[in-house]
């Protein structure tokens, strides 16, 4: 839900604020929450709650305790009490839906380790932090140089400056552990900024870049989704895609989170289904079951010693079969089920305008020779009478 400036403009970037996707009213962001408790009001007596979440770059949101009691609102820039000098960050969530998030994130709010909220950003504050932001892609380039030559076998994926300027979070994926001593040291030597380094998983890095999934949609770990569930090949069997790797597999390189989502509702209508190793005892022989439809209830089935011909039967009729197989009798062939289930084909098109067929243009042309025939006609007499 992005507020009304954020339309499109020549370069392809949000032609209205300009911030591009960090814009005050918080609409656009990663991973937002709406505030359906802004219109209402406390009851008699009740402070309000003094914690608020603040957001920082990305995904990244933490939660800090208002102190000085300051009038805050969403989209406000505000100083925030970091591990040495101060972070800035803006407010995404005031009130009691604060309370809520940090009870679903297993925050105590009375704790005492919740950092403190400083104050609102001033001009200062946000120009030493806008600059420090720009040197990110450069400091970030930088990196992975010094890191390849030290032959180092780690991806830095993402660099993230403290408010104050003072600290950069270098964020990296690798598949085993990683001795960084010495990429720190030259890092500190070229940069001249306190480094730290931290481990995040694939899917969390495709977390914080975002991007553009298959179904045409912004990733779904980038804009709603907090909880990595493990993703097995097993759901994507459940749900008879093809094990292709490259359909199956995100930008993450993993397996996609939303093979989870349909799987539930899978699992429950298989429970009634025959499986896919029930075989059928026939006169003509033993039939294996080839493809089931759990859409349609049908499976199909083919003969041992015919494997190429397929027959379409419905779920109930295999039911029925396995019933009588079971009581150790044979039904006579698996054709006298698949007639009752051949369907007439609906043509869908139809000759509205007068059209005689869709591929009319795929004929080739046939070419007027009429012309050709004048110019001989001519070319002829001419011959004639110079003879």
Not at 22 to 38: A, E, Q, R, Y
Not at 153 to 166: A, L, P, R, Y
Not at 169 to 197: C, H, N, P, S
Not at 352 to 375: A, I, M, Y
Request: positive net charge; hydrophobic residues 30%.
């Amino acid at each position: 839900m992005g507020c009304n400036s954020c339309s499109t403009g020549k370069d392809g970037q949000p032609k209205g604020c300009k911030n591009n996707g960090t814009c005050g009213t918080d609409g656009c962001n990663k991973l937002t929450v709406f505030d359906w408790l802004s219109n209402m009001s406390l009851p008699n007596g009740e402070k309000p709650f003094d914690i608020v979440e603040v957001r920082f770059k990305n995904s990244r949101k933490e939660f800090f305790r208002n102190s000085e009691n300051l009038t805050l609102s969403i989209g406000d820039i505000v100083a925030t009490q970091a591990q040495s000098g101060h972070d800035i960050g803006m407010v995404t969530l005031t009130g009691e839906l604060v309370r809520v998030q940090m009870k679903k994130k297993k925050v105590r709010d009375n704790a005492e380790e919740i950092p403190k909220l400083y104050r609102k950003a001033t001009q200062k504050d946000i120009d030493i932090w806008q600059k420090a932001r720009d040197r990110e892609e450069e400091i970030k380039k930088r990196s992975r140089e010094i890191a390849i030559i030290l032959k180092l076998q780690m991806k830095i994926s993402d660099v993230e400056f403290q408010g104050d300027g003072s600290k950069a979070t270098f964020y990296y994926t690798a598949e085993d552990r990683v001795d960084f001593r010495q990429l720190i040291k030259d890092m500190a030597k070229a940069f001249g900024i306190r480094i730290e380094m931290r481990q995040i998983g694939y899917r969390q890095e495709a977390q914080r870049l975002g991007g553009i999934g298959s179904c045409g949609r912004e990733l779904c770990c980038s804009t709603w989704l907090t909880d990595f569930r493990s993703v097995s090949t097993s759901a994507a069997r459940y749900q008879q895609l093809s094990l292709n790797p490259q359909k199956l597999a995100g930008q993450c390189g993993k397996l996609k989170c939303c093979l989870n989502y349909e799987l539930d509702l899978y699992l429950e209508a298989l429970k009634d289904f025959p499986s896919q190793d029930t075989k059928l005892f026939t006169e003509k022989g033993m039939a294996f079951c080839q493809k089931s439809d759990i859409f349609k209830s049908t499976l199909w089935f083919s003969y041992k010693d015919d494997p190429s011909n397929w027959h379409m039967l419905s779920k109930d009729q295999v039911i029925e079969i396995i019933g009588k197989n079971k009581k150790k009798e044979k039904v006579t062939s698996l054709e006298e089920y698949a007639v009752d289930n051949i369907v007439e084909e609906k043509v869908v098109f139809e000759n509205v305008v007068g059209q005689d067929s869709l591929t009319r243009f795929d004929k080739p042309k046939r070419r007027n020779n009429r012309n050709k025939n004048k110019k001989r006609r001519n070319n002829r007499k001419k011959r004639q009478n110079n003879a």
